[in-house]
């Protein structure tokens, strides 16, 4: 019942921005730590941001200072400000959360199917 699903990839210029978004939907009784992972052709999945409930956040050093991630507890929401484009960032995006579904006692990770950002002029 649970799902995430993610929204706002899509074809940008060097140097652009895009504004990524996924939301957690279904029988859901609290949302823990959600994250930004992605995959490249011939590379294997990467971080990109993580969020805990309360705010602190985690970026490695190849999207430092460019990317921001934020959530909205309230809409089950996770967000990714990607700025200054690179085309090596061009990836499929996948959001990632801890999840506790309603009635049930133990928490799962979820994953969605992604969404592609492509940086090229």
């Known amino acids: 019942q649970v799902q995430l699903v993610e929204s706002g990839g899509g074809l940008v210029q060097p140097g652009g921005s895009l504004r990524l978004s996924c939301a957690a939907s279904g029988s859901i009784f609290s949302i823990d730590d959600m994250g930004w992972y992605r995959q490249a052709p011939g590379k294997e999945r990467e971080l990109v941001a993580d969020?805990?409930?309360?705010?602190?956040?985690n970026y490695p050093d190849s999207v430092k200072g460019r990317f921001t991630i934020s959530r909205d507890n309230a809409k089950n929401t996770v967000y990714l400000q990607m700025n200054s484009l690179k085309p090596e960032d061009t990836a499929v995006y996948l959001c990632?959360?801890?999840?506790?579904?309603?009635?049930?006692?133990?928490?799962?990770?979820?994953w969605g199917k992604g969404t592609l950002v492509t940086v090229s002029s």
């Open positions: 969020i805990t409930v309360g705010g602190s956040t």
């Open positions: 990632n959360a801890d999840i506790t579904a309603r009635g049930r006692y133990r928490r799962m990770n979820y």
